[in-house]
């Protein structure tokens, strides 16, 4: 028997699903965001098959068709991310490389199974046209659980990739960066500092200085040989 603690408190609830773990700020915008969209879209497409067959379309309801899908759907949702740890992907300022990219909370998915739960219904042979139609239903749910099963797998073992891949990307921009942070410069006047210039230790820089402008241009020039004779060589 069901009970009332068994059953859903709305029908809302009821056709809402519920994921194990929680979503972030952004992903929940997201979310809401392209739900929206898929809602107006089924109702477009349902207006104009009432256009189709003849049916007259309120005003108020054609206004209302376009008001979730104007620039303001898309100003909120901005407005909305710009409110999470992943505001600065909205704005306007430059990305560093230390701001953190957005993490993505794996969902955990029940084994596909290839024995269905309800292989007894599914085996036994149908009586009435009623329960081919239901028997019917049931193999096509089955099927489909399994397909959304795979899909979400492969979707996962994706973002798990390209996860490691952003990780990866963001500590080499931050090496990159700090590289370039510690880095002093050889060039003589380049520090802004006033200078001796008949001085021992200002003579040591400028000749430094030329020493490895000297290198920076021969490696050029051999590198550029080396290109060209591997260039011959290929011809």
């Avoid at 069901?2 to 773990?21: N, Y």
């Avoid at 820089?205 to 021969?218: A, F, H, L, M, S």
């Avoid at 051999?222 to 060589?233: C, F, P, T, V, Y």
């Amino acid at each position: 028997m069901v009970t009332t603690q068994m059953m859903a408190p709305s029908l809302e609830t009821a056709r809402s699903g519920a994921l194990p773990l929680p979503i972030s700020a952004e992903v929940e915008a997201i979310s809401s965001y392209m739900k929206q969209e898929i809602d107006w879209r089924n109702r477009v497409s349902v207006i104009n098959r009432d256009i189709d067959i003849g049916m007259e379309l309120d005003e108020d309801m054609h206004h209302d068709m376009h008001f979730n899908t104007t620039d303001a759907a898309s100003e909120h949702l901005i407005d909305d991310i710009a409110l999470t740890s992943s505001g600065y992907l909205v704005s306007s300022s430059p990305m560093h490389a230390h701001f953190p990219p957005p993490t993505y909370k794996p969902t955990v998915i029940s084994p596909i199974k290839y024995k269905s739960h309800y292989s007894h219904l599914l085996e036994s042979a149908p009586k009435t046209e009623e329960e081919v139609e239901l028997q019917a239903a049931l193999w096509e749910s089955e099927e489909q659980d399994n397909a959304r099963k795979n899909l979400i797998v492969g979707m996962q073992a994706t973002v798990v990739l390209q996860d490691r891949y952003v990780d990866w990307a963001q500590g080499h921009l931050q090496e990159v960066k700090e590289a370039k942070k510690n880095k002093k410069s050889t060039r003589p006047m380049g520090d802004g500092l006033a200078k001796l210039l008949d001085g021992n230790e200002f003579f040591d820089c400028v000749t430094e200085w030329e020493t490895q402008r000297e290198k920076i241009t021969n490696d050029k020039a051999k590198k550029k040989s080396s290109q060209e004779m591997h260039s011959i060589a290929l011809q």
